[in-house]
C-alpha cells in the first residue's frame, strides 16, 4: 500500500517543481515585456516627423564641397544645424546602449540599419574633419559623434558577418 507520508512528499516536491516552472516562465515573460517596451521608447523618436524631415534632408538634400563650405552652409545656421545635432544626437545614443551592451546591435540592423549607415556614411568627412579642428585646438571634443560612428562600425561588421554565413 502506498505511504500517505510518501504521497504527501511527492505532492510537496511536485508543487514545488511546478511553481519554479511558473516562475521562471513569467521572468522570461517579464523580461520580453521589457525588452518590447524599451525598443518602442528607443525608436519612437524616429517616428517622430520632426526627425525624420531632418534626417531626409541631411541625407538627402545637403550639398557640400568641403568642411568650410558645409559649415557656412549648415554648421553655423540656427535653422540648419539643430537639424544635424539632434539626428546625430538620436544615433549616437544608439550608439551609447549597443557599446554599453544595453542594446543589441541586431535589434538596430533588423530596425532599419540603413538608416544609421547613410547617414554616417553622409557625415563621416564632416564630423572627422571637425574632430582633426577641435584636437589642433586641443580641444576635448575632438572624439564628438564617436558612438554614432562606433554604431556604423558594428552594423557593418555584422552585415559582413551574416554575409559569409552559408
Not at 511553481?19 to 524599451?38: C, D, F, P, V, Y
Not at 537639424?83 to 544595453?102: I, Q, Y
Not at 564632416?126 to 574632430?131: H, L
Request: aromatic share 12%; net charge positive.
Amino acid at each position: 500500500m502506498v505511504d500517505v507520508q510518501a504521497v504527501s512528499v511527492v505532492i510537496a516536491a511536485a508543487s514545488v517543481v511546478a511553481a519554479a516552472a511558473g516562475s521562471i516562465m513569467q521572468s522570461r515573460k517579464a523580461e520580453r515585456m521589457r525588452k518590447t517596451e524599451l525598443f518602442m521608447q528607443l525608436f519612437s523618436p524616429f517616428s517622430d516627423p520632426v526627425l525624420v524631415s531632418n534626417w531626409n534632408e541631411i541625407v538627402h538634400h545637403w550639398k557640400w564641397t568641403d568642411y568650410d563650405d558645409y559649415w557656412k552652409k549648415y554648421g553655423q545656421k540656427e535653422t540648419e544645424a539643430p537639424k544635424f545635432v539632434a539626428t546625430a544626437s538620436f544615433f549616437n545614443g544608439l550608439g551609447l546602449l549597443v557599446k554599453m551592451g544595453l542594446l543589441d546591435v541586431d535589434t538596430v540592423r533588423k530596425w532599419s540599419p540603413e538608416a544609421c549607415l547613410w547617414f554616417w556614411e553622409k557625415m563621416e568627412p564632416i564630423v572627422r574633419e571637425g574632430r582633426e579642428r577641435l584636437k589642433a585646438k586641443g580641444r576635448a571634443e575632438h572624439k564628438i559623434w564617436g558612438n554614432v560612428e562606433y554604431l556604423y562600425n558594428e552594423l557593418q561588421k555584422r552585415e559582413q558577418t551574416l554575409q559569409t554565413q552559408p
